[in-house]
């Protein structure tokens, strides 16, 4: 009886150590799967912020920014519309623009992040095919604060999406040099509807006849994320978290998913007021310090700043040298940087140079 014991002890430890190390206990192993390991406790990846690619302010990148030991990675913006030429071109996909801007980068051996916008964060959509807008028909768009924006639940703006997020991952899938993928769900590359979705009447009405509502929001939220996973992205998946009319709900429900998908997430509303809010126990922007306390060491979670930062401490933002021991006391693994930023801690001759960024920004930067 001892020897059929023992037996049946080995083979279950045999079983246990298959499941643990080969298989992941009845996970699909085409599941996404987090790619990203948090790092160090207080020290963070560190990256710029759509780099410009050409002219004096591009060399300046080239030459403080690209073999700096302090940057991780760069962050580039890929608009849609600059992809996807329409169903009658051939090819439709043309990839050439975003291609040309992240090699330099991966040629010095930088990681790549690319931030995928649906419509522009910007007054002009420039990201949003023009296909795509007259397929929706007049009723199914309108302009938040001038901006032209997409009924975000129609079929004729979410399938195409779809379709563009496929050949994202079946480009950029298996090219090593790029790191993690955000989706933006709405405008940029971030989940709030638009600017001007609750102050411009023209746009708040256009969203109430389309059936908005913070449950809605969160159902569509959730189904394209949903949508995401089923792609099996080689690389990390981000996702954007925003409150919309103060309604932290949708930001936890939307991180709640992601974590449970595998997915990172996390905030590009950065500010200094949220240094305060969380001593005086009250939510930083879009919840996001709660959040990081909660998911912290499970997947990814990376913050921008509002704004470009300011060294004196002035604007919405602050200033870095507070901002970075911050974040980083507070979990964040990434943090995305304005490429401002990074001149006026490495660039003698920019505007605003300030070393004290420098001190700041190597004593944030984990390892490279």
Request: hydrophobic share 40%; proline share 7%; glycine share 8%.
């Amino acid at each position: 009886m001892k020897t059929e014991d023992a037996m049946k002890s080995l083979t279950a430890l045999l079983a246990l150590a298959l499941c643990l190390g080969l298989i992941g206990c009845g996970v699909s192993k085409s599941s996404p799967q987090t790619q990203i390991t948090p790092t160090p406790s207080g020290q963070m990846q560190l990256e710029v912020l759509h780099p410009p690619t050409g002219g004096s302010t591009g060399d300046a990148v080239q030459t403080y920014l690209m073999s700096n030991s302090a940057v991780a990675g760069a962050n580039v913006f890929v608009e849609w519309a600059a992809v996807d030429q329409g169903p009658t071109a051939n090819p439709q996909y043309v990839w050439t623009s975003i291609d040309s801007t992240i090699q330099p980068w991966t040629a010095m051996g930088k990681k790549v992040n690319l931030i995928v916008w649906d419509v522009a964060d910007a007054t002009t959509n420039t990201s949003t095919p023009s296909y795509v807008i007259a397929n929706l028909g007049s009723a199914n768009w309108t302009t938040c604060d001038g901006e032209v924006t997409p009924n975000y639940f129609d079929a004729a703006f979410q399938v195409p999406y779809k379709a563009f997020m496929q050949q994202v991952i079946a480009h950029y899938g298996s090219n090593p040099s790029i790191g993690y993928i955000r989706f933006g769900l709405a405008q940029g590359g971030e989940t709030y509807p638009n600017q001007g979705f609750d102050s411009d009447p023209v746009c708040s009405a256009a969203f109430t006849a389309w059936g908005w509502t913070p449950t809605s929001w969160i159902s569509y939220l959730t189904s394209m994320l949903a949508y995401e996973t089923t792609l099996n992205s080689p690389k990390q998946l981000m996702v954007g978290i925003n409150t919309v009319n103060m309604d932290t709900s949708i930001p936890d429900q939307v991180a709640a998913f992601a974590v449970s998908n595998k997915m990172g997430f996390g905030s590009q509303g950065l500010q200094e007021s949220d240094i305060a809010s969380y001593a005086a126990g009250q939510p930083c922007t879009a919840d996001w310090c709660n959040l990081f306390n909660q998911y912290q060491g499970q997947v990814p979670l990376e913050l921008q700043t509002a704004t470009q930062s300011d060294p004196t401490g002035g604007g919405v933002t602050g200033s870095l040298v507070a901002l970075l021991p911050f974040a980083a006391e507070r979990h964040a693994d990434i943090m995305e940087i304005y490429y401002q930023d990074w001149l006026t801690a490495y660039d003698p001759s920019y505007p605003g140079y300030d070393p004290a960024y420098a001190t700041a920004f190597a004593s944030a930067a984990a390892p490279q």
